[in-house]
Nanobody, 124 residues
């Protein structure tokens, strides 16, 4: 089992940047594929980005491609989401998720563990 704790959310102006971090407990972090999802009020949870166990394969939602970057540091048991050129429509609670496998799909139910979420608010 793994516990996930997100940090780094906050309030930023449009065009600004934030870096989210997700710290995982346990000693087998490199056996998990990781993902970031987000959920805005009144909307369904949506896929943002995913990364495989080694960090060699990444994938992004079209809405964030070219602006967001997912990465991981297995030595620190941490996955990151660098968010640049933020837009008001990026406002949401961002969740980190883990799947106990080398790779994961972009479907939220494919993931086994979730963090508590961190709020990102982008003002216009």
């Amino acid at each position: 089992q793994v516990q996930l704790v997100e940090s780094g959310g906050g309030l930023v102006q449009a065009g600004g940047s934030l870096r989210l971090s997700c710290a995982a407990s346990g000693r087998t972090f490199n056996s998990y594929a990781m993902g970031w999802f987000r959920q805005a009020p009144g909307k369904e949870r949506e896929f943002v980005a995913r990364i495989n166990w080694s960090g060699t394969t990444t994938d992004y939602a079209d809405s964030v491609k070219g602006r967001f970057t997912i990465s991981r540091d297995n030595a620190k048991n941490t996955v990151y989401l660098q968010m640049n050129s933020l837009k008001p429509e990026d406002t949401a609670v961002y969740y980190c998720a883990a799947k106990h496998a080398g790779y994961a799909s972009s479907w939220y139910r494919d993931f086994d563990y979730w963090g508590q979420g961190t709020q990102v608010t982008v003002s216009s």
